[in-house]
């Protein structure tokens, strides 16, 4: 990160007096940026939960025969014993996509 900073004060120490607002500029936008990310809460972020057939037909809209034969396609697909489960999260993210 100071690599890129070094190059702003390189810039900084010899660019034309003209173009230094300009600078001053572009400086504030990421000063900006980076104190409202700070001042902006966390995300909050899911645990990723296995879902069941059941659970996961119902979210997808589909039959439990279908799923079965097609629990393949989806890479949020995993076996546990010979539980077929999904994951949660990867089944958002499916279902975010097709949106």
Same mark, same amino acid.
Request: hydrophobic share 40%; no cysteine; glycine share 4%.
């Given at each position: 990160?100071?690599?890129?900073? *070094? ?8 660019? =034309?007096?003209? #173009?230094? =607002?300009?600078?001053?500029? *572009? ?13 902006? =809460?966390?995300?909050?972020? #899911? =645990? *990723? ?14 039959? #439990? ?17 010979? #539980? ?8 958002? &993210?499916?279902?975010?996509? &097709?949106?």
């Amino acid at each position: 990160m100071r690599l890129h900073l *070094d190059a702003i004060l390189k810039a900084a120490q010899e660019i =034309p007096r003209e #173009k230094l =607002p300009r600078l001053l500029g *572009d400086i504030e936008e990421i000063r900006a940026t980076a104190a409202a990310r700070l001042a902006a =809460p966390p995300a909050e972020t #899911k =645990p *990723d939960v296995l879902l069941d057939i059941e659970q996961a037909r119902v979210r997808l809209g589909v039959s #439990k025969s279908w799923l079965y034969k097609n629990h393949s396609r989806f890479p949020f697909t995993t076996h546990e014993g010979n #539980k077929l489960l999904f994951s949660s999260a990867g089944l958002e &993210k499916y279902l975010a996509a &097709k949106q």
